[in-house]
């Protein structure tokens, strides 16, 4: 069954789905960064009915129970591989590039043995250890950024500290010079536009000029650090040695560019998502408001409630099954996150937002051997600016209620989350008492 193409770009309405049966038509939506307004009624749907859904154009299972997500990410037997253009029967990847094209250089392309050298080495690195250490610096940012919300009152909470954070932590950590951040602000999301099937032939031409700018930078830093080594990451990286095993100069170019992607809009993706959540509860924000010892539950929750991930790939690397239903070798699973999380067979209540959630075991990191790296620094970035940001601001306010969705599907994020912030009004006072 074939769709035609009739507009170019991920988010716009140009493709044509008609000919596809329906649940595969919203697939194809949110595969080309259409999200739709009831996203979590389709996925009910889905877990109601047809729980490993086959699609009728390729190759391609969709899984979205939590338990069945469990299991998955657990299980051997699925691995990664490259999904191509000519495994699909979407005329509108014609001439395209893979959806999910394989980079030998980073690790979330690889499998075992490569992936788990690769994992090991950089987790060497990256430890809990050395995240924690830099707690003072996340802390210290946080109340730069917060200290310019107060002055200006209201902002884009996305644009004006959301960026702003993980691009400094993340920055910091790779040892990205300050003048180039915001370059690599728009560099990032242009490279990641390589994995969005439904990117137009000038948005992947742009990704790979990205990419090589990237790599040029990073090429250099490594090309420093050897000559004169510091203890920073990418020292660590250049050192690191497992046995006779070592990170080769392009393998590390490629870890640092991933850690700065999927550190960076993750992270800023995710305070923006987690903040207009919590400003659409306000009954939730002034539980947090009131007792700030909450925020550590609530950004579990907002991890959960609207996760950025919505969908994580892998492919069958052997005959294998998922629920009891056979997946061929070869075959590609996509496993909505954003649908384990909203599970009522696991959750209690999945559709309340409820900052006191107890237990919450989300999957929005994922799990198993490729459990996001990054999760505990996601974690402490999140705590330190929702903990500071509800002692500061008495009043919070969500200036625009419904700015729509990104067109991409790799990272669920808003357009803009415009924000006010300030002081209680003065109470209404009466006329003073004059005898
Ligand atoms: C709220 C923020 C974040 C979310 C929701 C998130 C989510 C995820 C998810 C779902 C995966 C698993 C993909 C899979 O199973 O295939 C993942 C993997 C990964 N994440 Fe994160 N992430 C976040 C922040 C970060 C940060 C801050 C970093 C690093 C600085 C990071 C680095 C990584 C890396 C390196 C992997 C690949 C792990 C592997 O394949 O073994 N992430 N992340």
Redesign the pocket.
Known sequence: MAVVVTDAGPGTAGIDTSGLAPDDARFVEIFTGRWPADLYGFYRHLRDTDPVHRCGFGPVWVVTRYDDIYAL?RDRRFGKGELTADQLDLTFLEDRPSPHPHDRTS??FLNPPEYTLQ?ALISRAFTPKRVEEIRPEIEAHVDRLLDAVAERGEVDALEDFAFEL?MAV?GDLVGLPDDLRHRFKQLVPQNGMFMEPGATPAQIEAAARARIEMFTTFGQLVYDRKRAPRDDLVTGLIEAREGDARLGRREIIGVLI??LG??FE??MN?IGNGLYTLLRHPEQLALLQADPSLVPSAVEEM?RYE???QM?GRMALEDAEVAGVPIPAGHHVFAF?GSANRDDRHFVDPDRFDVRRTPNDHL???GG??Y????S??RIE?TVLFERLVRRFPVIELVDPDPGWQPRVIVHGLRSVRIRVGEPSPAVVGPAATE
Do not use: D, E, Q
Not at 372 to 375: D, E, P, S
């Open positions: 990410v690790m979330v994992r993980p993340i991933l850690l999927a550190g993750t992270t995710m991890l996760s950025i991930t994580i996150l929005a990191f994922s051997v490729r996001c790296l990054g999760a620094l996601a999140l």
